[in-house]
């Protein structure tokens, strides 16, 4: 079985940044991509960006793409969400999850991870 918490949400101004983590335990994550989600409230889950399982490999969703960061310490099992130039759109409760291979499924689709954490909420003033 594997753990995951995330951690670092919180309020925040518009422009402001954040990181956010998202801590394995249990078994490890090493070996498999991760992956970041948000959820808005009335709106579905939607992906954010994931990560290889040596971290050689990125990809962010369009909406992000330039303003946020996935990388990862798979000594510490840990990955990490940086979130820069934040505006109010990105108000959304942040999941992390681990991916079903080693490397990223550029479909984004939530279908291709398990183990999720609880969440971590984000919210952005204007």
């Known amino acids: 079985q594997v753990q995951l918490v995330e951690s670092g949400g919180g309020l925040v101004q518009a422009g402001g940044s954040l990181r956010l983590s998202c801590a394995a335990s249990?078994?490890?994550?090493?070996?498999?991509?991760m992956g970041w989600f948000r959820q808005a409230p009335g709106q579905e889950r939607e992906f954010v960006a994931a990560?290889?399982?040596?971290?050689?490999?990125?990809y962010a969703a369009d909406s992000v793409k330039g303003r946020f960061t996935v990388s990862r310490d798979n000594a510490k099992n840990t990955v990490y969400l940086q979130m820069n130039s934040l505006k109010p759109e990105d108000t959304a409760v942040y999941y992390c999850?681990?991916?079903?291979?080693?490397?990223?499924?550029?479909?984004?689709?939530?279908?291709?991870?398990?183990?999720w954490g609880p969440g971590t909420q984000v919210t952005v003033s204007s």
């Open positions: 999850a681990r991916g079903l291979t080693p490397y990223i499924d550029y479909r984004g689709g939530a279908q291709n991870y398990v183990y």
């Open positions: 990560i290889s399982w040596r971290g050689g490999t990125t």
């Open positions: 249990g078994r490890a994550v090493s070996f498999y991509a």
